[in-house]
């Protein structure tokens, strides 16, 4: 007789459920006190069936992200409408909610590790190993522990694979939506970088206006529609196209110099603000 009840994964539902809360419990502030976030679209959280729910995204941190998500997502289901005020909601969090994540980042220390248990579907990325440009072939495995996840729930992916702007949609997410069909969410994050460290884990500045926009599901053709074609559409959903490039043109700068701008115009920012 099994005590403990267990999900697709294996992992003991008590488990997570208590980790989700410890971890949503520390991290609120990070999002409501030292930070504030401001939501648009939670009502479309509400309506959304139990499983098989594909959640699109440009990413900013490692981990700060999927904690502000989940945030998120929990609070639109106690009926908290963009709000995640008074963190109530996360003593009943949904358990099925799951989130792509490279292997190696996962494995990367104890904190890791745990928030692997609250629900990541750990992959090995095909393009980058260790901080190195690789091309291995996509493992089969990883294909389906997600088509598990969606099954199952709902997963969280962020379809550029790196936390640097502008990068190129990886096609694989577009053959997943192709293999699985799932209802399509994308959502648009902005301030992250700026108010934490590149992992998430640490508060690099106080006082950021944080934002998450979650836009209606994506008008997706899953027979007609090709690879090409939803790349395209994810692309501009999450804006990610480098039309939506305002400043400078891409072509001009190129993203890596564009996050160097970024990050030394933020320092002149931190230098001042001690006076």
């Avoid at 008074?86 to 799951?98: A, R, S």
């Amino acid at each position: 007789m099994k005590i403990f009840k267990r999900n697709i994964f294996g992992h003991i539902l008590f488990i997570k459920k208590i980790i989700i809360i410890l971890f949503g419990l520390v991290s609120h502030g990070r999002y409501r006190r030292f930070n504030d976030l401001q939501i648009e679209g939670s009502e479309i959280i509400r309506d959304l069936p139990d499983t098989n729910v594909l959640f699109v995204s440009n990413h900013q941190t490692y981990f700060a992200d999927v904690a502000a998500m989940l945030h998120v997502f929990n609070a639109a289901l106690q009926q908290r409408v963009d709000s995640i005020k008074h963190v109530g909601y996360i003593w009943k969090p949904k358990l099925n909610i799951y989130y792509v994540a490279a292997v190696e980042t996962m494995k990367s220390g104890f904190l890791p590790k745990l928030f692997a248990y609250a629900g990541s579907v750990s992959v090995e990325r095909t393009w980058r190993k260790e901080g190195k440009d690789v091309k291995r072939q996509v493992k089969m495995s990883d294909i389906s522990n997600i088509g598990k996840a969606l099954q199952d729930g709902w997963l969280i992916t962020f379809p550029q694979g790196t936390t640097t702007p502008f990068k190129p949609i990886r096609k694989g997410t577009a053959h997943i939506i192709k293999t699985y069909k799932p209802i399509v969410i994308p959502i648009i994050i902005d301030g992250f970088r700026r108010s934490f460290d590149k992992k998430g884990l640490r508060i690099k500045k106080r006082g950021i206006l944080q934002s998450m926009q979650i836009k209606p599901a994506l008008e997706i053709d899953y027979e007609q529609d090709s690879i090409d074609d939803i790349v395209s559409k994810i692309e501009y959903a999450i804006e990610q196209h480098p039309s939506f490039l305002k400043v400078t043109p891409l072509e001009e700068v190129g993203v890596d110099e564009y996050q160097k701008e970024e990050e030394a115009l933020n320092k002149k920012r931190d230098f001042w603000d001690m006076y």
